[in-house]
């Protein structure tokens, strides 16, 4: 009879345990973030070709071109755009290990984002008692459609920031922690990318 016997497995072994010890959890956590920044980019690529069809679509409602203020939407942009520079200094307080600093910079860009959404409202509110209502014409659904998704993105994004607090008051700067803050700040940084696509087709193609 051989001595040669064979050895039961765990019942955890799959044959890869060494590599399954150092699977990259992050990386794939971070690439899988990666493909949904994509497929947002499709959506919002729809949504922009959509406008592109329906911007000239003015029939008997207000023109974008008498009611667009562009110093009041550089004020939306800069709070966005500074927004972006403080959650990046939110980023570098994480991988100093003070989470102080990290919350400080995370409570600037949450302010940051409200301030955008406030104004962004308002605007939609003078918007609509000047007559450019989403039902009032062709331009100004695909108008509301598109400025309204980016807000509803960056509403998420609030939200998100706060259910992330939460979990670095509970655990800490862990490994989890920190690769979900890298997540929401590739989210964050291309809400900007976005609004200044925006910015640039919506705001100064009807002005310029």
Not at 4 to 14: E, S
Not at 46 to 51: E, G, L, N
Not at 67 to 85: K, Q, R, V
Request: glycine residues 8%.
């Amino acid at each position: 009879m051989s001595s040669n016997l064979l050895v039961k497995p765990p019942l955890d072994y799959t044959g890869f345990v060494d590599k399954e010890k150092h699977h990259d959890y992050e990386g794939d956590t971070l690439f899988g973030f990666w493909l949904y920044i994509l497929s947002d980019c499709i959506l919002f690529a729809s949504i922009f070709a959509t406008y592109a069809v329906l911007r000239a679509n003015f029939v008997d409602a207000p023109l974008a071109v008498e009611l667009f203020d562009l110093n009041y939407i550089a004020m939306e942009t800069a709070l966005l755009l500074f927004s972006s520079f403080t959650f990046g200094m939110a980023v570098l307080g994480m991988y100093a290990k003070s989470i102080r600093s990290m919350y400080a910079w995370l409570a600037v860009t949450f302010l940051l984002g409200a301030g955008f959404l406030y104004l962004e409202v308002m605007e939609f509110i003078h918007l609509s008692h000047e007559g450019a209502t989403p039902g009032s014409a062709g331009a100004w659904s695909a108008f509301y459609g598109l400025i309204g998704t980016h807000g509803l993105h960056v509403f998420a994004g609030m939200l998100w920031m706060i259910v992330l607090v939460v979990h670095f008051v509970r655990d800490g700067i862990t490994q989890s922690n920190s690769t979900r803050l890298l997540c929401l700040s590739l989210f964050w940084h291309f809400l900007d990318i976005i609004w200044i696509c925006v910015f640039s087709v919506v705001y100064l193609m009807e002005m310029l």
